[in-house]
């Protein structure tokens, strides 16, 4: 057994996948992270208080994760979907009735998203009074709440997709306070619908922004986010010294 | 010199190889730091991100097979649901609308609110206590205490404005735009900033002011959001949320 694995690690085949040995040792270890296209956002050694759970909350890390779900459940529910005024919400229904797990899939895709509205409010909560906004981390901080409204945009488009009453409506009162915009509220709400009514245009656009726009502007965003995070030294517990006003003010008499 | 040339005779040691260049204010990089508290990353944050991602699978697997996603009738353009909702992060900006002129509760408030956010990390801008939780005792206090005003004061407002309105006792003998938008501006304006004047007494740091600037709106729109959401019945009038008429139920509308 031990020969077989040995022969099968040490093919070119398997050295092709993985250009590093099997990791219990610092170097191999250190390859894992630099040559793998999942781990190479981390860095190789991690500070013990930036994985404190405490800490973070891990409340980026589920943002992303929940993001994950959405395309993946949103994609497969594109296979039944059409933006019909027509035909979309009998398609909705011959979804949950006659699909296998087709009513799941629809669950997981709206509770996923109510989800993703609530981790990545509580995200920003969490970085801002852990300070983690802070200089370096300006710029990162401004692409967050970016996100955050990117976020509930890709919501707020999903939610007239049924076609049902409460989608409607909901889009109705929505779109109606983009109106109350001084000067050009009315022409923002025509270029959201595409009319003076929430009608076909509207739902064409509303599903162009909400399967392709959005989520494309929301994963290069992520990207950009993750990157900029280790570009500016991991997390901001990792830097973390305890400065007390006093201490700060000792030093002026030495 | 003398002529042995051997650099570390004991002749040498004792002439002084050192001098003092500046003097720096801040910490060095060991002080306060210990020694490397890092670990590698593999396999510690990969199996971490797994069972996260199983955990946030899990927990919407179980939320989707005991709770349907909503589906009313078919949209009908002539037949208005009441209430008419927006979706229920947006249920804050509806219940805003309720109480002051839409341009100035839907409009100018939020788009000064997001500029304020967005530019916090600018405002606050010393790197000094970043990555702990509120910074220090005294910013978990101000952050306490701002969340326990709105808390208090702002469902106050809520209910005052909407038993007693101002704007719908004086129509017609004050000017419409007084009513609607100077007076709300006025007041929201004052139940702001009045922590604010509190606090000022105790020479704050800009990171305290923003703290305490952030919390305010941060718990008023968490309250507005809630009110909106579960307080608003038909008619859009307030009620209990166990107590709606009609077998209306809030939690219908996710």
Redesign the interface.
Same mark, same amino acid.
């Given at each position: 057994m031990r020969k077989l694995i040995k022969t099968v690690t040490e093919s070119r085949v398997w050295r092709s996948f993985f250009r590093h040995g099997w990791?219990d040792n610092?170097l191999d270890?250190?390859l894992?992270?630099t040559t793998n296209i999942f781990?190479h956002l981390?860095?190789?050694?991690?500070?013990?208080?930036s994985?404190r759970s405490s800490?973070s909350l891990?409340l980026g890390?589920?943002s992303v994760?929940?993001f994950?779900?959405l395309s993946f459940t949103g994609l497969l529910l594109m296979f039944y979907y059409v933006p019909s005024?027509e035909r979309a919400?009998s398609y909705?229904?011959l979804l949950?009735t006659r699909v296998p797990f087709g @009513? /799941?899939l629809?669950?997981?895709?709206?509770? *996923?998203a109510?989800?993703m509205?609530i981790v990545v409010v509580l995200h920003m909560?969490r970085v801002?009074?852990?300070?983690?906004?802070?200089?370096?981390?300006?710029?990162n901080?401004?692409i967050g709440?970016v996100l955050l409204?990117l976020t509930?945009a890709a919501?707020?488009t999903g939610?007239l997709l049924?076609?049902? @009453? /409460?989608?409607?409506?909901?889009i109705?009162? *929505?779109t109606s306070?983009a109106a109350?915009?001084?000067l050009m509220?009315d022409s923002i709400r025509a270029i959201l619908l595409g009319g003076s009514?929430v009608g076909q245009e509207a739902l064409t656009r509303f599903y162009a922004f909400h399967i392709l726009i959005i989520p494309g502007a929301i994963a290069s965003l992520i990207s950009l986010h993750l990157w900029r995070v280790r570009k500016d030294g991991g997390?901001?517990?990792?830097?973390?010294?305890?400065?007390?006003?006093e201490a700060?003010q000792g030093?002026d008499n030495? | 010199m003398n002529e042995n040339t051997e650099s570390f005779s004991p002749q040498d040691r004792q002439m002084k190889t050192y001098s003092l260049v500046e003097l720096v204010k801040g910490p060095t990089t060991m002080v306060d730091r210990g020694p490397d508290d890092s670990i590698f990353a593999f396999p510690m944050v990969a199996i971490l991100e797994i069972f996260l991602t199983l955990g946030v699978i899990l927990v919407l697997l179980l939320m989707s097979l005991t709770v349907n996603a909503p589906l009313e009738d078919l949209a009908n353009l002539y037949e208005t649901t009441d209430p008419a909702k927006a979706p229920w992060y947006f249920m804050g900006l509806q219940e805003m609308l309720e109480h002051g002129h839409p341009t100035l509760m839907a409009v100018a408030i939020p788009t000064l609110i997001v500029l304020f956010v967005i530019a916090i990390p600018y405002l606050d801008n010393s790197p000094a206590g970043a990555g702990i939780w509120f910074t220090s005792k005294r910013g978990k206090r101000i952050a306490l205490f701002s969340a326990l005003y709105a808390l208090i004061v702002m469902p106050l407002y809520i209910y005052l404005d909407t038993s007693f309105p101002i704007r719908e006792i004086y129509r017609g003998q004050l000017p419409d735009f007084f009513l609607n938008t100077v007076v709300p501006a006025l007041l929201m304006v004052v139940i702001v900033l009045l922590p604010l004047l509190v606090l000022s007494r105790y020479k704050p740091s800009a990171r305290e002011i923003t703290m305490m600037l952030f919390t305010v709106l941060f718990t008023s729109a968490i309250i507005f959001t809630l009110v909106g959401f579960l307080f608003r019945g038909p008619g859009f009038e307030l009620y209990w949320p166990w107590g709606m008429p009609e077998g209306y139920s809030p939690w219908d509308n996710l």
């Open positions: 990791p610092p270890r250190s894992v992270m781990f981390h860095p190789v050694k991690i500070s013990r208080k994985l800490y891990g890390v589920i994760i929940v994950g779900i005024v919400y909705i229904l949950q @009513q /799941l629809r669950n997981m895709h709206r509770w *996923g109510h989800l509205v909560a801002f009074y852990t300070g983690a906004y802070k200089p370096p981390r300006e710029f901080w401004v709440v409204i509930l919501s707020f939610y049924p076609w049902d @009453q /409460l989608a409607y409506w909901a109705t009162v *929505g306070v109350y915009e001084p509220g009514e997390l901001a517990a990792q830097d973390a010294v305890k400065i007390e006003p700060l030093t030495e | -």
